[in-house]
């Protein structure tokens, strides 16, 4: 059973650059899968940030791409987020998420718990 | 960009009633669309992906239709345990994979 967790700080300074990490267990980082981090402002709904394949290629929402670094450490099954230049609207529940196939890609199947990131000073 | 709508933004039926959401793509997306719920407090959960295929798992009473820009979600027989917020979703190409607003789905 694939299993997602993100960590990283619970609070970041305004133009400040927020970073996470996702660790997947139970399954490798290295397969067939494309792997996503997905945000959520509070009482509102989902925006989907980028997503990483294990080559290294990324793919960005146009939206947030001038500000959105995602990276792999195949080394230690994981991948991570970075935000900089963060606002208060950047305050949300940051999951990340796994793509359920090359064919798939976009269809998210396993989802971590999710952290909330406040913007604030 | 790719915009999606949902309706109605919330419902509420009885236990054991059709439940139906509409989703509109603001271009043709083929099948890439999936369907998601989430509860309060928890991460979303895929029950409907590529329109109309039904994630291990879930169960039958989630179906899902459509193609181009016009797709539905049913409930077939809405029990309490579906109280939550669905959301459809497109993935036609990257980048911008989009969410609809979502669908609040409660108990009359």
Redesign the interface.
Known sequence: QVQLQESGPGLVKPSGTLSLTCAVSGGSISSSNWW?W?RQPPGK????I??IYHSGST????SL?SRVTISVDKSKNQFSLKLSSVTAADTAVY?C?RG?GIA??????Y????TLVTVSS | DIQMTQSPSSLSASVGDRVTITCQASQDISNYLNWYQQKPGKAPKLLIYDASNLETGVPSRFSGSGSGTDFTFTISSLQPEDIATYYCQQYDNPPGFTFGPGTKVDIK
Do not use: I, M
């Not at chain 1, 709904?45 to 989907?48: D, H, K, Y």
């Not at chain 1, 793919?59 to 146009?62: D, E, K, Q, S």
């Not at chain 1, 989802?111 to 999710?114: A, N, P, Y």
């Open positions: 996503s997905v709904g989902l925006e989907w980028g997503e793919n960005y929402n146009p791409k999951y998420a359920k798939a890609r976009g269809a998210f199947d989802w971590g718990q999710g």
